[in-house]
């Protein structure tokens, strides 16, 4: 699955504070030579690849040798040898080995395997949550607690130190979504305005794209609070909302085609309320079920200095939202404000992500990410990171693997086989937002490096500084850029010479070069499109 990386751009293992299953070994001068050699002659043979053990804690980089006797024989690109039971692989190593028993050992193709087409994914059943008996009146606050009948989940005191997740389904989105592609300015966008990414919007008559404006100064009318509406196909724009209130979109709920915002806010994003908004194929859009954000508990008044919040929150149902709501992770229904379930306590630096079928979100921590179920607030696991890192994570749309960015590295953990997909390293920073995945393989950081799994290396870089990204389709993504003016644009990613570099990128991708491995182009927004410069950084 990945291509050749010498040991000064491999990622160090993910180690999960187990004996390794894999053992090292020491070898002397003689020894070692014969070693070189030996690897010297395996290039034209089998392919440098990661390996994984079967409990998903260890990760190496060799080329398989031989197998003798249910023993698996690495040599590493240094030359020495590993030796390890082949009941202690992984299932993809599995499937190599079976792959190599049966037919002739010899590839001059680096590459473990082209990126495959996955089969399609089935969608798990969906959770069943009660409806509400009762509903809050427009300003009351949502519960700070549960109700006694309600199910509380105590996940969130447990030792975030727990065991990694073992294997759990795969949870897809259940339909694909296109809105075509096209670009509209919107007149200028300050540094202090807060701004959602494009979020696509699915009515019974349209599909399209919408962003949220909240400006920090007032300068004049024109400036206000707004919502946009951006139909790509047609080209159409036109402002829904307009008000002196704030308002930011966080989630759009297709099946009930509701919208969930927040409103009332300042402008650093404190306060407000939640809200319900409805009515997007008419003139203008409005805001029901405003509910006020729920007051601070005990726990809360722990980190009585930080604000009332709204961190991040989804839609679960039509009624149901998931939301991280000043210190803590809960399930909510916004119709009757009742408090369903506890699912664990947060940190302000923590940005959650949840499965495209709604059945896990995954919370990063410091040195970490939790898994939980959305359904009861479950613990399933904990993935150990670089200590007192806080990643960036997003589920792919696929719903098999979520991949966990830090600084310059970027992880996917595939929830099936609750093992290490792969590893990619960047020169570059990924960012301090989510990434976004293209397809099984692609995935777009914040900052613009676009990443090849399969590949194992960074493939292009877009110019993406002060811009808002979001997923809105299969290869489709939305921006809205600040400079020099704002500009709505959805477009495929990777575009035209991104796709023919990597063509680029396969034939100059040898054990030779990787050490000094550059990216081979950039492209920046200009005038419409995009603008493409190969260099050698």
């Not at 040991?7 to 020491?26: M, Q, V, Y």
């Not at 390996?51 to 040798?65: N, P, Y």
């Not at 970490?368 to 994570?393: H, M, W």
Request: contains cysteine; glycine residues 8%.
């Amino acid at each position: 699955m990945f291509k050749y990386r010498p040991d000064n751009l491999l990622p160090k293992p993910l180690r999960l504070g187990i004996p390794s299953a894999i053992p090292k070994r020491s070898f002397g001068a003689t020894t070692l030579a014969c070693c070189l050699l030996i690897s010297n002659l395996c290039i034209a043979s089998e392919p440098v690849r990661v390996w994984v053990d079967a409990s998903g804690q260890f990760t190496i980089e060799a080329r398989l040798e031989a197998i003798e006797n249910g023993t698996v024989i690495l040599v590493r690109p240094n030359g020495s040898r590993v030796r390890i039971a082949e009941d202690q692989l992984g299932f993809s190593d599995h499937d190599y080995l079976e792959q190599w028993r049966s037919r002739p050992p010899v590839s001059e193709n680096t590459l473990r395997f082209a990126a495959p087409e996955l089969p399609e994914m089935p969608l798990l059943p969906k959770w069943t949550y009660p409806k509400a008996t009762t509903q809050l009146e427009d300003g009351q606050p949502l519960a700070a607690k549960a109700e006694a009948s309600s199910h509380v989940d105590r996940a969130g005191n447990q030792s975030r130190q727990g065991a990694i997740p073992g294997s759990i389904p795969a949870d897809p989105q259940a339909d694909p979504i296109s809105v075509g592609f096209g670009n509209v300015t919107i007149g200028p966008l300050h540094a202090y305005d807060h701004c959602s990414p494009p979020m696509p919007i699915i009515t019974d008559a349209n599909a399209f794209v919408a962003v949220s404006v909240s400006t920090g100064v007032t300068v004049s009318p024109d400036e206000a609070n707004r919502v946009i509406r951006f139909d790509p196909k047609s080209g159409e724009s036109r402002i829904v909302w307009k008000s002196k209130r704030t308002l930011t979109l966080l989630d759009h709920h297709r099946p009930s085609k509701q919208t969930l915002v927040l409103t009332g806010h300042s402008n650093r994003g404190s306060g407000g309320q939640l809200a319900v908004v409805r009515g997007w194929d008419e003139e203008s859009i409005s805001i029901q079920l405003q509910r006020s954000l729920p007051p601070k508990d005990d726990d809360d008044a722990r980190n009585s200095f930080r604000p009332t919040q709204v961190y991040w929150a989804k839609w679960l149902d039509d009624e149901h939202i998931i939301a991280a709501i000043n210190s803590k992770l809960a399930v909510w229904n916004i119709v009757s404000g009742e408090l369903r379930h506890l699912i664990c306590s947060i940190d302000s630096q923590s940005v959650p992500a949840i499965s495209a079928g709604r059945h896990y979100v995954a919370v990063p921590d410091a040195g970490g990410v939790c898994l939980y179920r959305t359904q009861d607030g479950k613990f399933l696991g904990r993935l150990p990171i670089e200590s007192n890192r806080y990643a960036q994570v997003a589920f792919s749309p696929h719903g098999d693997s979520l991949a966990i960015t830090t600084t310059n590295r970027l992880r996917v953990w595939e929830l099936s086989t609750a093992s290490i997909r792969g590893e990619v390293a960047s020169r570059r920073s990924l960012g301090k937002s989510k990434p976004v995945w293209i397809d099984n393989d692609l995935v777009l950081s914040s900052s613009g490096v676009l990443l090849s799994l399969f590949r194992g290396v960074p493939v292009w870089r877009y110019e993406l500084v002060g811009t808002e990204v979001g997923p809105v389709g299969k290869q489709t993504i939305g921006f809205l850029t600040r400079r020099p003016t704002g500009e709505i644009i959805v477009t495929q990613i990777p575009h035209a010479a991104a796709t023919a570099a990597m063509a680029e990128v396969d034939r100059r991708l040898t054990p030779a070069i990787v050490a000094n491995w550059r990216v081979p182009g950039r492209s920046r927004w200009v005038d419409g499109q995009w603008a493409d410069e190969l260099e050698n950084e």
